[in-house]
């Protein structure tokens, strides 16, 4: 199957306290902004696995006494945002699956793999079946695989398999065990509760919803486990050089999460000061988008010393789905989204701040409004560089062809969205922002440079392709 | 897994029409007898397959347009009626998977395998996974695996390995492969539409009910193909001296089908005929068991010359599951689905006629509602032999220790259930109430003589158990 | 609004144990027969009442802990079947509303008002405003308006305005009042639980359904009252002459109920048995519609010494709705609801017994369905005379001018079901059956003789129309 | 009934276009702050009217299809926020009755009333029911008894009888009536869409979401007509002096909205100034609480030149109702919905500016939440004076006991809520803030001076209490 789902996702696990289910379900209300599509949880009390997974927010999945249903002294959860035309229950996660005669086992991932459709045609011909469209999947038979042929560590084995960004958990009767990718792409942390009991997620924002401590991050290349024997690690590969996903920072993650190293907001407040740096305007105020630019609209603002000025109100409630007449157009969808404070902007110069630019056709509609309600100029800045390319490492970018930036000078864009002015972050001002050695980050949506052959995926780490069968 | 479900269901499919989804529909729905507690149809266009399953009855899982959504010119059918503790929305059927890089297959199956744990393992110890716990799963995991292998001829291959009671549908996109079991054990009949659709049912009942022809039945290890090209038809393996279920006679099927031969009214009406020549009483009334046993007490008054009154009135709503209070017994239940006449049963003597006992207990409550009434004396009778011994082959019973007639005599039975007399009808007198020979029936849950070694299944047919490899 | 409800209902109250709720529960579970749309219980705890009414089967109202919530010590319950075209559960009873500065009532009604326009209209004039179509808010209506006056009885009170037919139960926090109408159209009767309860019901069958003793019948134009002080009974108006609803013989209530003095059953048995005696015919079988000719066959093959044989089989799953496709005819969905024993009617003359018909249109495809089973002649035999009449006291038949047998011949209407002959009983056959005097029984929907004058209701009893204002 | 619903609510109506229905729901979709209990909108297509309500947010009760259905050419709306313990869907609106033989009417109300019992009583002497218990049901009993008794302008004959806080709209058949109070509490504007069709709404936001230009307010004690005849107005009674709800502006509308003739975002930043001028701190950040505090704290940080900064970073998916087990308190909820941004507060002075504090235990969890993150020392700043009195005419506050500035001083306040200092803003300097006369606003709830005699209601404006009969 060609489209493989590209997930935004969240993952966590705890092991040990006799509510697991419960720090959970607060793990992922708090990542819940990694994934709004489903959510599920799994847990284990030693003997047996048991999981309930659902369509919809963490608090609608789960709000008929499921979690007490789970029990369980050991848990892990996910939190999915499915790009896939049509969201199916079948694909929501922790994947629970059985296999080698009743080893239970369930499996929760953020991130893509790119060698997913070679290993999922290797087990194909294998005579292998597959019910869902996850990677999620492909690293089960992998594992199920491994087991049969009596290997000792078949979730080594396993992830010497996978090409790819991925932060992965698996929860088994009697342990956790919880991976990262060589490259680092994934954010995935460790902490620790008030009660002492061991915790993985994919944030710091989940470990302070539990009022947990923050350790440290697992390691690219590291798999921990999680059990009563308390907390281990090994490697199972050497790390690579990291490819941090700077996109995390950019938009994704929470501000109040400590990522790679830094400060979510901070770095955004970084961002907006560097463009402020880089591309000044004459204006009478600096406005934020809403929510997404504020971070970066306070870092201008108080780098060009313009004032900074709330003119956009967002509707707190238009997150939800909602419904039009056909006749609608995108313009209605925005005013419906967006309100203008019209003595605001009436009459005056706006620096508009937002944090980045996809289609483009949204941006455009709200410069509209903002026309209509008298912004006598609009200068609009974004505080990353044009999205030009394909993510294959767990965003979810539309096609090439449908990214406003892909082909279209910013002089091109700026009409197009009918501003006054328009400016894009750089590249490099980008990179100042963050802690770690510019080299450190996959910066591919911007740059096109792939860490990773993406045409030429192997299907075991150190092969080439069109090598001898999978195992 | 210890509890493979075993299943009384109900199968359909018919290759050609526009309106194929509402054909399997009108089946489904004349066979709900056969299950009650999932059902689902899948569809082909020729190019791709849909499925909607779901629990509840036929109309509850098809009321909010899923059959014009599912759209094709054919369809497969099922209705499931399971044993396990837990019904579960994954196991219900058609199940559809892909499998060898995009075939598409969808199959229901009623019967089951008494093989299935040893090919489910031998599956396991290769690294396939599985997520039901259905013998249909198995099957196409041996579809799979056999088309991976190269087999020319993956159905018939697959076949060759199923050790049990099968009566089986697949759905291709081109085309639908029916089969039924070597034994004959499980209905599977061929029709023709009106308007001159191929198609195939698990009881005659579904043809009426499509208004079609009934054909012949599918032999003993036969496979007839329904596609563009029309009906074929090919043996997968020589037929083995047939194993047709009685018990389908005695209670499953619809009394207006014709099944292995019989119509199944008139071998109930002879059932009775023959109890009453075998086990005649005293009593002023026969009166039937509603709805069980009204058949067969018309053949019982018929040949008794013992006047047929009607004095027990099921609640037609009872069949609905429904809540009682902790503190409510059995006899409460049973109170509210009959209600007795009074001013019929008030002093008279009672010749009660019933299909089968199987537990005992509701039967028990239901004589002591009849003496509450004031009935002066019972004498029940029984149109089948005593249930002492287990079913594989797809009939669920209780564990042997909790059916009534375990280790019970006749006598000993009258006195827990409280009746001035009781008889069964005789295992030979059974047997001569239908028309084939006498050794071409299934009467294992009543003889424990089973026709396969159940201790010892093969993972293929023709080889000995501990054999080399499964394939 | 000029489509009041015609209601075929049920009720019930049972004013003292502690379980009150699940005693209504199962007395309308019994009761389920006279009313499928909606059903609802009030009770009360001595200080407040509560109630919880719903769309559907009483199993699938209270399927979620409803009957524990509501508590209380004595409670009212309401079957409804309602013959509007858009069932809405606003209109479903119990009815629950406050009047006179904060006295609850709750009331269910069975019956219907001739006068209910009149009654409606008057209170909108004086500025009332309604908020269902039911009789049942007139009757609270009424209660509010005399509480108003000050009068010292407003139960009574209220019931003097009231002309029709009706069983009403009314909840307040501290008792219980059961009136029926002065001609005793509906039945009501009264019963003693086991354990010492008061209760009343419709039909007797949801006395046994409880275990309880019948006491008797609720008198026409009696009022009893249930409450911590026992039962004391008034009337509230002399007894008129009595209009008992034959109807409810010949095919509404349940046939192991007594009502009217008689077991409906057994009246079921003797119309048969007249029938036979007043239309015989020379076939090979008698043969019930099942369910509802079922007793009525019993009664004609008795009589007439020709075979009772059961050729037909209902689909006892068709009862719920179902769907079928646009295309879709009447035949088709008789066809999935019965089914035809081919090989039983193959060649036969068949006497075949129903207990009425209203349309018509169903039994013509049942007839045909039975000729292209093969049957031989068809000579059907029907319990109770044409039906040519509106009903205005609770039985909902469609316009006379969609009644098959207004104004045609028996002969034309065999011609039109394409039978060989058909014969209905006569009125004064039908009245032998029962045991009353034949001016007991209201037979307006055969005779078109209605005991009240339905085009001139009066808003008073006792009083001419055009009369001076309500009160 | 004691405890009449004091709502916070929107209205919505507009005459004329054919997707009216549309409108209404984008109106309301826009007005959502003012009420997500649940949403209604009625139509009307000249001949009747139609209404849809459900609990919920307008996408959700309006999820399938109801507003095609509704169809018609003028409609009214309603968003409902319940303080009723139980919200019932039967007091969501609008409410639509019949009334006069035929008038049928819907009401969507907002505001209060403080004689709804007297009115609610005097009626209820009368022998009228109710089955709500909203003021709206009262307007409409008011109306059906005016229209009885022959006065040729109902609406305003019913007016005259309300006395509190009222915006509402009624739609009939060939007409909608908008009428606001005499003292203008709650805000009413008209507005114009673009296509030329007339509309009111409660916010300038819906009229902006519907792309409408603001004419300008109702005047209190008018009434507007909408209908084929175009716009026309009356009043219904002279305008006294104005109370309009000065907690519209701090805290219930919308930013962008024009109220009472002042922008609202444009009065909370005044606020924040004001706030700074007369309670200054010396700190090292300006923080505002999300997002209620944003606006008062960029006016804040603006007169006092302290840097603005953001560290409480809302969970957007925290609105939405969640559970938490048994021994979650009240902390734990807080930590789930706000996220503190650790290295941003961590050892600093931050002046933490709020709009308002009701009861006061969440803002206590939310400053330990801040301690526990680090910060040093925090002055807390609210935009308003201490609210010390309960509304009776529309926004829901707890009882008196339960305000935390009932009976405490601000010392003992920052005590409670361990902060270092802690101040609000004045009566006075609130009142500065908003361009009308200062006695043209209500401003009780920190005062406790109520414009009207709130224990002494009147059944009719103009009549003293213990006056003759209602009409």
């Not at 708090?30 to 047996?48: K, M, P």
């Not at 979730?155 to 990262?180: C, M, N, P, T, W």
């Not at 939800?320 to 005013?335: E, H, N």
């Amino acid at each position: 199957m060609a489209d493989h789902a590209k997930d935004k996702c969240g993952v966590f696990g705890v092991w040990g306290p006799d509510d697991s289910g419960w720090r959970a379900y607060r793990a992922l209300y708090a990542q819940q902004h990694r994934g709004q599509e489903s959510a599920g949880i799994a847990t284990t009390d030693g003997r047996v696995l048991r999981a309930h997974v659902g369509m919809g927010l963490v608090p609608q999945v789960f709000s008929n006494g499921e979690i007490d249903e789970l029990g369980g002294r050991a848990s892990i959860g996910h939190n999915r945002y499915s790009t896939t035309g049509s969201p199916m229950s079948c694909n929501a996660q922790p994947l629970m699956e059985e296999y080698g005669g009743g080893i239970q086992v369930a499996v929760g991932h953020n991130g893509n793999l790119i060698n997913a459709d070679l290993l999922r045609n290797g087990f194909e011909q294998r005579g292998h079946i597959f019910h869902t469209t996850t990677d999620t999947e492909i690293i089960i038979h992998l594992l199920a695989t491994h087991h049969a042929k009596g290997n000792l560590d078949p979730v080594v084995e396993s992830l010497h398999h996978l090409q790819g960004a991925y932060s992965v958990v698996f929860l088994f009767k009697d342990r956790i065990e919880a991976a990262r990718d060589p490259w680092g792409w994934k954010p995935l942390v460790l902490g620790k509760t008030r009660d002492g009991f061991d915790c993985v997620a994919s944030e710091t924002v989940a470990l302070d919803a539990l009022g947990a401590t923050f350790v440290r991050e697992v390691e690219p290349g590291e798999i921990v486990t999680l059990s009563d024997e308390g907390l281990s690690t090994r490697r199972f590969i050497d790390a690579q050089q990291p490819a941090h996903c700077i996109f995390e920072h950019i938009y994704f993650a929470n501000p109040s999460s400590v990522l790679f190293g830094d400060t979510v907001q901070l770095v955004r407040e970084r961002l907006g000061e560097k463009l402020a740096e880089e591309s000044p305007a004459d204006a009478d105020y600096v406005m934020p988008m809403p929510d997404s630019g504020r971070s970066a609209a306070l870092g201008y603002a108080r780098r060009s010393q313009i004032e900074l000025r709330e003119g956009i109100v967002p509707n707190r409630y238009a997150g939800r789905t909602f419904i039009l007449p056909d006749q609608a157009d995108r313009d209605d969808k925005v005013q419906l989204k967006l309100n203008v404070v019209a003595e605001v902007v009436r009459g005056k110069r706006l620096i508009i701040v937002d944090d980045s630019i996809v289609r483009g056709t949204t941006t455009r509609a709200k410069m509209d409004q903002l026309r209509r309600a008298g912004a006598k100029e609009i200068h609009l800045r974004i505080s990353c560089p044009p999205i030009r390319h394909g993510c294959y490492f767990g965003i979810d970018f539309p096609d090439k062809s449908k990214l406003l930036a892909t082909g279209r000078e910013t002089d091109e864009i700026a009409k197009f969205l009918n501003v006054d002015s328009m400016a894009y972050l750089s590249l490099e001002g980008m990179l100042e922002c963050v802690s770690r050695p510019s080299d450190h980050y996959c910066t591919a949506c911007f740059s096109g440079q792939y860490r990773l052959n993406v045409d030429k995926p192997v299907s075991k780490l150190g092969l080439e392709k069109n090598q001898p069968p999978l195992f």
